[in-house]
């Protein structure tokens, strides 16, 4: 799966069924060049990434299921809740 292809995804909070939006990038780990999570916007249709104050980071270890057309998520601060 390519990025462009994760980012046209929805982002599901599982616990609420809450929609948090889409990926608008990703965080990677310099050391290692692995992911460590997704960034999620925080506004409206057109996300702006990483500098922006409403911006959701979404760590691997929290992402519970990517399908055909959503990503869902479990816990942490994106969804509302610590786990």
């Known amino acids: 799966m390519t990025f462009s292809e994760l980012k046209k995804k ?3 909070c599982i616990g609420d069924g ?6 608008s990038d990703l965080e ?4 290692d060049g692995r992911i460590r999570a997704l960034i999620v ?3 409206g249709l057109f996300p702006f990434g990483h500098g922006d ?3 959701a980071l979404i760590p691997l270890n929290q992402i ?3 399908g055909d057309d ?3 998520v479990s816990g ?4 509302g809740c610590e786990k």
């Open 64 to 66: 519970a299921c990517i």
């Open 10 to 12: 929805d982002i599901i």
């Open 18 to 23: 809450r929609l948090i939006g889409r990926a």
């Open 53 to 55: 104050k409403n911006a």
């Open 41 to 43: 916007g925080g506004g």
């Open 28 to 31: 990677i780990d310099p050391c």
């Open 76 to 79: 942490g601060p994106a969804c």
């Open 70 to 72: 959503v990503i869902l």
